[in-house]
């Protein structure tokens, strides 16, 4: 598979998962707010550089810009070689969402966005898990073009 088709099925992983998050956010209240924690990172990544982002329309647009970007990236690691896409959509997806849950406060971040209930939990490896098989989907539908 190539690098192309792997960012492809990586990005629509991504854009899959932001659309989910932004649908369920819009909707409900007891969901993950992976937007907010990515807000946050992002402030915090620019005050090294004794900047930041003021208004707020600016740093949504910014942090899902670099989010989508992100994780295309990372989704399209599914592609990598020729074996167990399957296995290592599941694997990436499931650590994708345990790694948003634990490293936000060991990187100084305020966790409360995804870990404030049990169920914000499960639905925070659940996105990530999604956009993981999403982009394996689109995998499977490219090798066989």
Do not use: C
């Amino acid at each position: 598979m190539g690098k192309i088709k792997n960012f492809v099925a990586g990005l629509a992983g991504a854009i899959a998962l932001n659309i989910l998050h932004e649908t369920l956010k819009a909707k409900k209240s007891n969901v993950p707010r992976i937007d907010l924690l990515g807000e946050e990172a992002l402030q915090k990544t620019l005050t090294l550089f004794d900047t930041e982002i003021e208004d707020k329309n600016d740093l949504y647009k910014a942090t899902l810009t670099g989010d989508v970007i992100s994780n295309a990236l990372y989704y399209s690691l599914i592609g990598a070689g020729d074996k167990h896409m399957w296995p290592k959509a599941i694997l990436l997806g499931l650590t994708a969402g345990v790694g948003a849950i634990n490293l936000p406060e060991p990187m100084g971040l305020d966790p409360e966005p995804v870990t404030r209930t049990k169920q914000i939990k499960v639905l925070t490896v659940g996105y990530y898990l999604f956009g993981a098989l999403v982009t394996g989907g689109v995998l499977t539908l490219l090798k066989k073009r």
